[in-house]
């Protein structure tokens, strides 16, 4: 299922201009919210990695890991295609915050996953996804619309 054509979006995913790590958030979230990312990654098959101050370590349960954020850095790496990266970084139980690598994101293919993650994270959680481009929280560009239950320029959503 295509959300959106690459044709439509692919400026927005020019890393000289938007910067490499376009910031995604799920807004007004809970420590029950990030379980739910947790579990969808690993019920997804999807190859991950979690690590604490750059060290692998087994995906401990959501609490546990937002209880680090104050004295380390927890990381969840997760793979949903082998060439598509998408990083999570639990550092507040308000938002469910990660990144996505743009050079990895080139052409209808990978936007097809990314969209599809983006579909899926949206639709476990019943909330909006956003992306904005890095830095800009406040420059939404795209995101998962709850009401559609698809991905859609922002421009659509409002």
Request: net charge negative; proline share 7%.
């Amino acid at each position: 299922m295509t959300d959106l054509l690459w044709e439509e979006v692919k400026d927005l995913f020019d890393a000289e201009a938007n910067g490499v790590l376009p910031d995604v958030c799920v807004p007004n979230t809970s420590i029950e919210d990030w379980q739910a990312v947790f579990d969808l990654v690993r019920s997804k098959g999807w190859r991950y990695e979690y690590s604490v101050d750059g060290v692998a370590l087994r995906l401990p349960a959501a609490e546990l890991t937002l209880a680090l954020r104050d004295e380390a850095s927890p990381r969840l790496n997760v793979w949903p295609h082998p060439d598509v990266l998408v990083i999570f970084r639990p550092y507040a139980e308000e938002t469910v915050d990660f990144d996505v690598d743009l050079r990895h994101l080139q052409g209808q293919e990978r936007w097809d996953v990314l969209c599809g993650f983006l579909r899926a994270v949206g639709r476990r959680l019943g909330k909006p996804v956003v992306m904005t481009p890095e830095g800009e929280p406040e420059r939404p560009v795209l995101g998962f619309d709850v009401t559609t239950g698809r991905v859609a320029l922002m421009a659509e959503l409002r």
